[in-house]
């Protein structure tokens, strides 16, 4: 017994001299395509993976602080699917020191719960992080093509409204505009147009796109001028492609529903909401009444003209009649003379 007793000694002494290994993983950003970590205290020569998909998801670890991205389409990595983050002390063998982080990246879901996701989980090294990715959107005014939020248009114009999803939630989400307003009128309710004559429906040219146009209008202002108009959209954002609501007038993105309750008009359920915005200000196109004096130096034109007219009327007359005249008198003047000589031509025989 007292031979053991230094052994046991000696390799607890040898234990603590050793280094203990405590990586410490953050997860930055996750979206369903990639995923971005930070990576503390991680030995030089190790590795970091994604267990059970092939070495396009190992990279090599080191024990200053650095940045790891993992791109899901290469590791086979379903979106919303819970998976191991192994960091490995070692690259050629593995030991009991090595973590296992489980991570789980998600869509802004209202109702989701992942805790058994992390429970399921065979080894209790850190506590699993779960990075919930809230997509995010634009709205965009435009006319003749040019953006114009923000700046003064006429109630006479035609524009155009967009919303689009960012850039990288394009591939793996949809929109549909669930509740739009301009500024205190509703246009868009349960997904469908309240009024097509005023904002028609909803097009979607593509995924996670939306189109309108429509013609300029604004809330009503006795004293005319300028009103600042607010449009603002609450969208339902899908996993994929969203269905289309059911409207009055068949399916689309903006036709007014009938007979249908809410809860029943959603495209999807459990999915939370995203907002999105523009301002323009709208101006009525000023028309210019004629006033009296204008009105009465029209009238005196017109009795201008009209005198003009009869006095030319008049001269016309006048020499109509002078030219008569004078062929009466040329004619009486040719009888006179023909008289003249049939009564000489008498006396002569």
Known sequence: MESILPVVILAFIATLGQAQFLP???????????????????????????????SACKQTTNAASTVHEFDFASCGIAWASSF????????LYQT??????????????ADLTVANNVNALDKDDDAGQNLTVKPTASMKLYRSGIDI???????????????ELDAEFQADFDIVAKECTASTISIVES??????ELFPEFTKPTQ????????????????GGSVAMTFSCTLIVCAGSCSAATCSGGNGFG?????????????????????????????????????????????????????????????LIIVTLA????????????????????????SMG
């Open 24 to 54: 410490t993983l953050t997860v930055n950003s996750c979206t369903a395509s990639k995923l971005q970590l930070t990576l503390d205290n991680a030995a030089d020569g190790g590795i970091i993976y994604i267990q059970g998909q092939t």
């Open 84 to 91: 191991k983050m192994i960091v490995q002390k070692k690259a």
């Open 96 to 109: 009991g020191d090595d973590k296992q982080i489980p991570i789980m990246c998600i869509m802004d879901l």
């Open 149 to 163: 939020a923000g700046s003064s248009v006429q109630l006479t114009d035609s524009l155009t409204m967009s919303i």
């Open 191 to 196: 997904s469908c147009a309240a009024d097509t």
């Open 208 to 223: 996670g796109y939306l189109a309108n146009t429509f013609g300029a209008f604004r809330t009503t202002d006795l004293n």
């Open 255 to 315: 036709r007014k529903k009938r007979g249908i309750s809410k809860r029943q008009a959603d495209p999807t359920s459990g999915i939370d909401d995203i907002s999105v915005g523009a301002s323009v200000t709208i101006a009525a196109e000023e028309v210019i009444l004629q006033t009296p004096d204008v009105d009465d130096d029209v009238c005196m034109s017109k009795a201008g003209f009209i005198v003009g007219l009869l006095a030319l009327l008049g001269a």
């Open 323 to 346: 030219v008569v005249f004078m062929a009466r008198k040329h004619q009486e003047k040719r009888d006179a003379l023909n008289k003249l000589g049939g009564m000489t031509s008498v």
